[in-house]
């Protein structure tokens, strides 16, 4: 069974840094894109970042372009998100997600469970 499982999520000042990982497993994902996603209580699910899982080609959005960043380890099956500079405006569930292709839509083939990610003022 393919499972993307979120870790590293917590509280942190604002200003502070914080990184999540997503251990991937059940299936190659040489095709793939992998990626990260939001959602704050009474929001809608807000795309942040994706990296292919072979290459280096990276997309961002404008939201959390300079101060995030992903990376990933595909001898581990692991996708990381470095967060820094922290607002309280980035208070969410933040979701893996994987999606056989070049691009990652709004609604992947996989999604993880979700880590909370609280910042205080």
């Known amino acids: 069974q393919v499972q993307l499982v979120e870790s590293g999520g917590g509280l942190v000042q604002a200003g502070g840094s914080l990184r999540l990982s997503c251990a991937a497993s059940g299936r190659s994902f040489s095709g793939y894109v992998m990626g990260w996603f939001r959602q704050a209580p009474g929001k809608e699910r807000e795309f942040l970042t994706a990296i292919r899982w072979s290459g280096d080609d990276t997309y961002y959005a404008d939201s959390v372009k300079g101060r995030f960043s992903i990376t990933r380890d595909s001898a581990k099956n692991m996708v990381y998100l470095q967060m820094n500079s922290l607002k309280p405006e980035d208070t969410a569930v933040y979701y893996c997600?994987?999606?056989?292709?070049?691009?990652?839509?709004?609604?992947?083939?996989?999604w993880g469970q979700g880590t909370q990610v609280t910042v205080s003022s």
């Open positions: 997600a994987a999606e056989r292709g070049f691009f990652l839509h709004t609604t992947p083939d996989y």
